[in-house]
């Protein structure tokens, strides 16, 4: 499986595509995002249907990627999450704030401290994910350069 640490220093898993709880199980996910101390841990909490919830704990950047099939949509629990489009957007979010990335739209996401959130999606999405070039990125910074405004 790939390794999708934001900090080599991580130990042990970062991704499970497993749910770590079966249906008729109450979850208290505060419990498990407290129980996280990498700086990146991302899993799925339980399975509905043909759709996962992850449960993302994170502190840095995720590598810029799209899922061409699956739309994901962020419920932030935690923190703040900043998601960067490569078209030059970015999406501040905060506890409450929920958001939605269509399928094959190109991004990333990322948090200066520590960040907690639910992401919802399809149970294939980490299956087919496409992780982009680092050419991204940096057609990202010049677009961010380049424009004045924010969007929040």
Known sequence: MTDYRTNQNDQGSTHSEDAAFPALTVVNLKQQADSVDQTYKNFVVVNINNHCVR?????GEFRWHQHPRSDECFLVLEGNLEIDLADGRT???????VFTIPAGVIHRTRSHARAVNLCFEDRNAYTDVVFEDSDVGARHCRARSDSDSDLR
């Open 91 to 97: 999406f501040r979010l905060k506890p409450g704030e």
């Open 55 to 59: 449960l993302a704990v994170m502190q």
